[in-house]
C-alpha cells in the first residue's frame, strides 16, 4: 500500500506562484510515475503534468512553459511549481502514483489540495 499526502495549496492572485508538494510513503518501487492531476468544479479530473522515476517529464499544453514537475527520489517527494497563475487553473490538484509489479499495475492518489486564483 501506498500513502500521498499534498500540501501547498491556497488562495493565490492571478499571476502568483504556488508550490504543491506530494509526499509519497509506503510499497513504493524503484520504477514508477508519478503525476499531478486537477479537476475544477463540473468537469473531470484531467492530466497535469507526470514525472517518470527515471526524470522524463509529461505536460498539459495549457500548463507548458508556466508548471514545473519536479521529485526528490531520496525521499519520495514530487514538487509542482506553479508560475503565472490563472483563474482558469482553479482546481483540486490530486498527486498520483503508477507502478507495476510484477503482471499487476497498481494506482494511488493523494486526498487533494485546493488551488484558487483570484483577485
Known amino acids: 500500500q501506498v500513502q500521498l499526502v499534498e500540501s501547498g495549496g491556497g488562495l493565490v492572485q492571478p499571476g502568483g506562484s504556488l508550490r504543491l508538494s506530494c509526499a509519497a510513503s509506503g510499497s513504493i518501487l524503484g520504477i514508477n510515475v508519478m503525476g499531478w492531476y486537477r479537476q475544477a468544479p463540473g468537469k473531470q479530473r484531467e492530466l497535469v503534468a507526470t514525472?517518470?522515476?527515471?526524470?522524463?517529464?509529461n505536460y498539459a499544453e495549457s500548463v507548458k512553459g508556466r508548471f514545473t514537475i519536479s521529485r526528490d527520489n531520496a525521499k519520495n517527494t514530487m514538487y509542482l511549481q506553479m508560475n503565472s497563475l490563472q483563474p482558469e487553473d482553479t482546481a483540486v490538484y490530486y498527486c498520483?502514483?503508477?507502478?507495476?509489479?510484477?503482471?499487476?499495475?497498481?494506482?494511488?492518489w493523494g486526498q487533494g489540495a485546493q488551488v484558487t486564483v483570484s483577485s
Open positions: 498520483n502514483l503508477r507502478q507495476r509489479r510484477i503482471v499487476t499495475n497498481y494506482e494511488y
Open positions: 514525472i517518470h522515476s527515471g526524470g522524463t517529464t
